[in-house]
Nanobody, 117 residues
Framework: VQLVESGGGLVQPGGSLRLSCAAS????????IAWFRQAPGKGREGVSC????????IYAPSVKGRLVISRDNAKNTVTLDIGSLKPEDTGVYYC???????????WGQGTQVTVSS
């Protein structure tokens, strides 16, 4: 049972990235999914989440308008598209899955995003 993030890397300011979160060993259908990030020397902050029931999305004010979270239950994957990247978007991005009804909660290992010229 695990979540695996991918898609991070080094990108110039103004660029874009697509992060993916793939689940194995369980299905994401009954899980709300959230993306968090942790900048160097700072705590982990939530940036976006998507519900299990109806795909409703929420974005942090600091990233609203630049992020799009989506889920593909058939592929057991959630993606996070980030546009107009800024240096302050630099950090490790983590995927979290929380079971809507039940105790299940999983974290991925994180993927590094570095925004720099």
């Amino acid at each position: 049972v695990q979540l695996v993030e991918s898609g991070g890397g080094l990108v110039q300011p103004g660029g874009s990235l697509r992060l993916s979160c793939a689940a194995s060993g369980f299905t994401l259908d009954d899980y709300a999914i959230a993306w968090f990030r942790q900048a160097p020397g700072k705590g982990r902050e939530g940036v976006s989440c998507i519900s299990a029931e109806d795909g409703r999305t929420i974005y942090a004010p600091s990233v609203k308008g630049r992020l799009v979270i989506s889920r593909d239950n058939a592929k057991n994957t959630v993606t996070l598209d980030i546009g107009s990247l800024k240096p302050e978007d630099t950090g490790v991005y983590y995927c979290n899955a929380e079971e809507v009804v039940g105790p299940g909660m999983y974290w991925g290992q994180g993927t590094q995003v570095t925004v720099s010229s």
